[in-house]
T-cell receptor, first 115, second 110 residues
Framework: DTGVSQDPRHKITKRGQNVTFRCDPI?????LYWYRQTLGQGPEFLTY????????KSRLLSDRFSAERPKGSFSTLEIQRTEQGDSAMYLC?????????????FGPGTRLTVL | KNEVEQSPQNLTAQEGEFITINCSYS?????LHWLQQHPGGGIVSLFM???GKKKHGRLIATINIQEKHSSLHITASHPRDSAVYIC????????????FGTGTRLQVFP
């Protein structure tokens, strides 16, 4: 247990439905990252926050994806009008940004299956 | 754009064998990360290194900055070492972001 939690751990939904995932980082960590991982691949960066500010969004993140970190603590990732191609593991990580010691701590992931 | 390549993709070993997993990247970096992912998805950070060598238990990570290459070694491998090992490096245009390799799937048999 790294101290980063994600909820739910598994989500099965029908195409076209909206889903929302939650990530609770380690409490003192100011940075929070979202990644997506498909089978047989390494994680791919989606977006990240420093406190409540969203600093960058990957071009992988279509308009159907939105992420928030309203109070600089937990974060949510919402996918609207899900498609089968959204099926993947969604990973969250947090870090305390310091020079040269930005180790990221990963949560267990949310596995999304879109039918 | 920084590309990360790992080899081999899959690796099987007998318990007790010495394991080496390789990672090559294309542009200069400040640090390289080695991560372990067990079935079920959880990822654990093993090492972050910017030069030389680091050791933690039976795991040793080395990096050669000039050759843009890193290796992860496991001594006296054990079935519980079976996992996917992933290396990651900072993006060349935004060092806050990590670019990940596709991982090396290791299976250690008793």
């Amino acid at each position: 247990d790294t101290g980063v939690s994600q909820d739910p751990r598994h989500k099965i939904t029908k195409r076209g439905q909206n889903v929302t995932f939650r990530c609770d980082p380690i409490s003192e960590h100011n940075r929070l990252y979202w990644y997506r991982q498909t089978l047989g691949q390494g994680p791919e960066f989606l977006t990240y926050f420093q406190n409540e500010a969203q600093l960058e969004k990957s071009r992988l993140l279509s308009d159907r994806f939105s992420a928030e970190r309203p109070k600089g603590s937990f974060s949510t990732l919402e996918i609207q009008r899900t498609e089968q191609g959204d099926s993947a593991m969604y990973l969250c990580a947090s870090s305390l940004s310091r020079l040269n010691t930005d180790t990221q701590y990963f949560g267990p992931g949310t596995r999304l299956t879109v039918l | 754009k920084n590309e990360v390549e790992q080899s081999p993709q899959n690796l099987t070993a007998q318990e007790g064998e010495f394991i080496t997993i390789n990672c090559s990247y294309s542009v200069g970096i400040s640090a390289l990360h080695w991560l372990q992912q067990h079935p079920g998805g959880g990822i654990v950070s093993l090492f972050m290194l910017s030069s030389g060598k680091k050791k933690h238990g039976r795991l040793i990570a080395t990096i050669n900055i000039q050759e843009k290459h890193s290796s992860l070694h496991i001594t006296a491998s054990h079935p519980r070492d079976s996992a996917v090992y992933i290396c990651a490096v900072p993006s060349s245009y935004n060092t806050d972001k990590l670019i990940f390799g596709t991982g090396t799937r290791l299976q250690v048999f008793p």
